[in-house]
């Protein structure tokens, strides 16, 4: 596993997130070699998993993480809607080369509304609504996940201190209550597409998402540009 860091002393200690870890496995990939271990959040009952570089991070810096929320859409099928499955690819291919760990956090479908609202939520969005506006509209939270159990699992790992991949300043906020520092916040933003563009506008203008978006989006050449999407994901 990575290596471990020391807690900081500004911290109050949160009470502690009932969850337990597995064996340490390795996992070969195409982005290179791995160890895993899964941990069940007891509260919920669902199972997470922490893919690690075998390697401690370079010049002893903090160790990378990355909170990537389960997306089926993007992660497996390669949705252009959202940028989740190439953010994910993206971190695995840095913490591999830096040093780290990426918790993949399943349950945290459509921001944690689940699939099937997912997409209910699509169906808003292409009538009109942005992402927020569709969780709104179907009586939802736009962000409903927890990251109790990711702060304790990183703490269990011996990772009190982390460079946090993200683009999201929130998930700064909510691990630094559930107890662990971040050092810094390393981007993760990934080229737009023109299938997702007016997505990470919203998510830029409406939920302080660090993005830059001043180049122009990719095109897969196949689907026409006079339709743009929303997801609801990280």
Not at 163 to 178: E, T
Request: proline share 6%; with cysteine; aromatic share 6%.
């Amino acid at each position: 596993m990575t290596a471990s860091t020391t807690r900081s002393s500004d911290h109050s200690a949160p009470a502690p997130h009932p969850v337990s870890g597995g064996p340490v496995v390795q996992l070969p990939t195409a982005f290179g070699d791995f160890v895993a271990q899964a941990w069940t959040d007891h509260v919920t009952g669902v199972e997470h998993l922490a893919v690690s570089s075998p390697n401690p991070p370079k010049d002893g810096r903090a160790p990378l993480v990355r909170l990537h929320s389960e997306c089926l859409t993007g992660d497996v099928f390669g949705s252009y809607r959202c940028d989740c499955g190439e953010q994910l690819a993206f971190a695995l291919e840095l913490i591999h080369a830096e040093g780290g760990t990426l918790l993949y956090l399943r349950g945290q479908e459509g921001r944690g509304i689940g699939l099937a609202n997912k997409i209910k939520a699509y169906a808003l969005q292409e009538a009109g609504f942005d992402t927020v506006e569709a969780n709104e509209q179907l009586g939802l939270p736009v962000d409903a996940r927890s990251y109790s159990a990711a702060g304790q699992i990183l703490a269990e790992m011996g990772l009190h201190e982390v460079r946090l991949l993200s683009n999201n300043p929130d998930k700064q906020h909510r691990l630094d209550k559930a107890g662990v520092t971040v050092v810094e916040m390393v981007p993760t933003e990934v080229p737009s597409r023109e299938q997702n563009l007016r997505y990470l506008q919203t998510k830029k203008d409406r939920m302080d998402h660090r993005l830059t978006l001043d180049v122009e989006p990719v095109s897969n050449g196949k689907t026409p540009s006079n339709h743009t999407f929303d997801n609801n994901q990280d």
